[in-house]
């Protein structure tokens, strides 16, 4: 009754990316990325020229009732010295059977490739959306992140999975700022001679994005599931990232040689607009996206960062955010997903910010 079909055509890949939207129908909480973008990261994405990736629909009874891709990130297991292969794109019926046939196809895969574990849910690397929710089902996701339904976790300890890593989100009140934040500020500059960039439009941004992205690869060059970013990755990012930024939702810390040693990105949630897009740009999504960018209440943290050798200077960047945020009217704001291993999360316990999600990365010998 259950049968499992490798994507290959244009119109399969577009049942692929459409499945979870009849899925996640009546789900508050699910947030649907737009198609061109998920049909952009499958078919046109640069990591591609060092991934393999293949993708499979289930069918019962004639109807999509579950998908799965697969990816073997040849560049990862080169540098981390691992026999791996990745699970993504996973969204089934409630229907452990279905689960089965979904990740024994990927597991097969992997075996024939003579690779010695699975990994995921996952896609090329952590700079796309990764974990399975295990916390926060009644949470609207933001868009970097996605969802599911309890019953997953489920199917995963009965077929063999275990945790690898957790990631947890968390959500925090804008308040004004604490004098004792602004005088840390003022004397970090001071004494480590950094300041934040200034930009009077996007072009000049523009002339540091690719700065941006190297301090990133350096920063995050020992985070789960990181390699660092190749030229063309960069390039896909930039464009796809800074054209809807707001240059000063981005942080940038110079040193007095005007060196890019600490970074970070936010933007204004698009989660609620997403979902009056339904996927789509045309004919109102563009509008539902763009209101959203210029009026707001919640703000998204999707990357923080500094260097290794200057940890200690990120008292900056949050304060200048933090004043941004205040002017700009923000009343929210949610971190993008933080590394339960890395007890740097713990910084946002300072602004007495408040769990609200844990995603789960599982592992499984092949």
Not at 106 to 129: H, T
Not at 177 to 192: E, F, G, M
Not at 328 to 338: A, E, L
Request: proline share 3%; with cysteine; glycine share 4%.
């Amino acid at each position: 009754m259950i049968s499992i079909k490798e994507v290959t055509t244009k119109r399969e890949i577009r049942q692929f990316i459409r499945y979870p939207k009849r899925l996640y129908k009546h789900c508050p909480y699910y947030v649907p990325p737009l198609d061109a973008d998920e049909y952009k990261m499958i078919t046109a994405h640069p990591a591609k020229s060092f991934c393999e990736i293949r993708l499979w629909l289930a069918y019962k009874d004639d109807k999509i009732a579950g998908r799965i891709g697969g990816i073997i990130n040849h560049r990862y297991n080169e540098l981390k010295n691992k026999r791996r292969i990745r699970f993504g794109w996973f969204d089934v019926d409630d229907d452990i059977e279905i689960a089965r046939a979904l990740l024994q196809t990927v597991e097969k895969w992997g075996e024939e490739k003579q690779l010695l574990e699975i990994s995921g849910p996952s896609r090329y690397s952590n700079m796309e959306k990764q974990g399975m929710l295990v916390e926060g089902f009644d949470v609207v996701s933001t868009i970097s992140c996605d969802y599911n339904y309890p019953y997953y976790t489920v199917f995963m300890d009965n077929l063999g999975y275990e945790k690898e890593e957790d990631y947890l989100q968390f959500k925090t009140e804008i308040k004004e700022i604490p004098n004792k934040i602004k005088d840390l500020s003022h004397l970090i500059a001071q004494r480590y001679k950094v300041s934040m960039k200034e930009f009077k439009d996007k072009k000049e941004l523009l002339k540091y994005a690719k700065r941006f992205f190297y301090a990133l690869n350096e920063s995050f060059i020992r985070v789960y599931n990181f390699i660092p970013l190749m030229d063309d990755e960069i390039e896909y990012l930039i464009k796809n990232n800074f054209s809807i930024a707001d240059k000063n939702l981005i942080g940038i810390i110079v040193d007095e040689s005007d060196h890019v040693v600490g970074f970070s990105f936010s933007v204004p949630s698009l989660s609620k607009a997403f979902q009056k897009a339904q996927g789509k740009l045309f004919p109102w999504g563009w509008y539902h996206i763009l209101k959203a960018l210029k009026k707001n209440d919640t703000i998204d943290l999707y990357l923080t960062g500094v260097l290794p050798q200057w940890r200690g200077i990120s008292a900056l960047y949050h304060y200048q955010l933090h004043k941004t945020y205040v002017e700009k009217g923000f009343k929210y704001g949610i971190t993008n997903q933080q590394l339960e291993s890395n007890q740097s999360y713990r910084v946002w316990e300072k602004y007495g910010a408040k769990r609200i999600t844990k995603r789960r990365c599982y592992l499984k010998k092949l």
